[in-house]
């Protein structure tokens, strides 16, 4: 079974930074793809960014461009998303997602695994 644990969210300045981290157990990752979204209160759960476990291959939502960053260390089984340049609209309930394979899919119902989530904040 996986297990995904998501940490880091917290409350920051817009204009800030905060990295989340996803830690991942349970199969063996190098062939999976690993996807993060997100969900505002009275909203879809979004799609975020997407990145193959050999950190081959990146996709990104426009809304986040140029400003996050996922990547893995597969030495330690763990995702991140280096968030910088926080707006108030990127708050949200963060939450980080496998995949079925190594294919960086955009859509939620392409993920077979899901962490709890973390809560971001961004104020004004």
């Known amino acids: 079974q996986v297990q995904l644990v998501e940490s880091g969210g917290g409350l920051v300045q817009a204009g800030g930074s905060l990295r989340l981290s996803c830690e991942a157990s349970g199969r063996t990752f190098g062939n999976y793809a690993m996807g993060w979204f997100r969900q505002a209160p009275g909203k879809e759960r979004e799609f975020v960014a997407a990145i193959s476990w050999m950190n081959t291959n990146a996709n990104y939502a426009d809304s986040v461009k140029g400003r996050f960053t996922t990547f893995n260390d597969n030495s330690r089984n763990t995702l991140y998303l280096q968030m910088n340049s926080l707006k108030p609209e990127d708050t949200a309930v963060y939450y980080c997602?496998?995949?079925?394979?190594?294919?960086?899919?955009?859509?939620?119902?392409?993920?077979?695994?899901w962490g709890q989530g973390t809560q971001v904040t961004v104020s004004s």
């Open positions: 997602a496998q995949g079925p394979n190594g294919y960086t899919y955009t859509r939620r119902s392409s993920y077979d695994y």
